[in-house]
């Protein structure tokens, strides 16, 4: 019996798999869904538990591999998509969450920032810790906070777009995140730019703050950046590398990436 190749669960798209062997599953998730909701209210939309309702129910995704257990290993904020892991068996758990907080597990994401970065190539070192008094929120600190290290790389500069169109309503309500230029900007373009990130750590929301540090934020991120409207958030993760810490041998998964390309405007190459 052939095996689903993307996992079905009710009222949405099917997810598609994009690596599977003995120990884990690689699914390429899609925007909205989290893993640890910061609020009870969005537990519709909570990926593990869907998940694992969806086995317990025997659902044909599931049960034609006979999984009996599936959890994250790793994870990816809500409106980010791209390459998520999740393991077979608790053993599993404990082995590829390692790798990843050994720095072991190679990751590379594509990201749509706003702005013209100066440098074609860059890395920030910005220590990362929790904002004060916002749930979910983080912030710089150099004090207390936790390393964070990413390598930034422009791969394409490209598509000019009216500064109306990436400032969200939440941000019109609230001029003060926008600087005196932005502000003065009604009826100006702004600069689109593909950038490639390699983070060597991997702290919560850590390459959207270092984008928006270095004056180029994701566009659509309502939390560091003007906010969305125009653009959903452009942030996907497209590959994880590393040797499978059972068998020794080389994994590379890769996410498509030509649709995300075409989403804002850059020109896809192989």
Not at 45 to 67: E, H, M, P
Request: with cysteine; charged share 25%; glycine share 8%.
């Amino acid at each position: 019996m052939a095996k689903p190749t993307s996992i079905e669960l009710p009222g949405v798209e099917p997810i598609p798999i994009l690596y599977e062997d003995r120990s884990v599953l690689a699914m390429d998730k899609p925007r909205g869904w989290m893993l640890v909701p910061y609020s009870w209210q969005k537990t519709n939309w909570n990926l593990q538990a869907a998940l694992v309702s969806s086995i317990a129910a025997g659902d044909f995704w599931a049960r034609s591999r006979g999984l009996k257990f599936l959890k994250f290993v790793h994870r990816l904020d809500a409106e980010t998509t791209g390459i998520l892991i999740f393991a077979k068996s608790q053993g599993a758990v404990e082995s590829y969450s390692e790798l990843f907080e050994s720095r072991k597990m190679e990751k590379t994401y594509l990201a749509v920032v706003e702005g013209a970065p100066k440098q074609d190539e860059w890395t920030c070192r910005l220590k990362l810790g929790p904002a004060p008094g916002e749930i979910g929120r983080m912030t710089v600190d150099e004090r207390e906070g936790k390393e964070a290290e990413t390598h930034f790389r422009v791969l394409q500069r490209g598509a000019a777009v009216p500064v109306a169109a990436l400032t969200s309503q939440a941000s019109r309500k609230h001029p003060e995140r926008l600087t005196a230029g932005e502000q003065a900007a009604t009826g100006t373009v702004a600069r689109l730019t593909l950038i490639e990130a390699r983070p060597l750590t991997g702290r919560t929301h850590q390459i959207r703050i270092h984008l928006a540090e270095a004056g180029c934020p994701c566009v659509g991120d309502d939390v560091y950046g003007r906010g969305r409207d125009k653009f959903r958030l452009g942030l996907r993760a497209v590959r994880l590398a590393y040797a499978d810490p059972f068998t020794r041998r080389r994994v590379d998964i890769r996410a498509p990436a030509e649709g995300f390309f075409r989403e804002y405007g850059f020109e896809f190459k192989h």
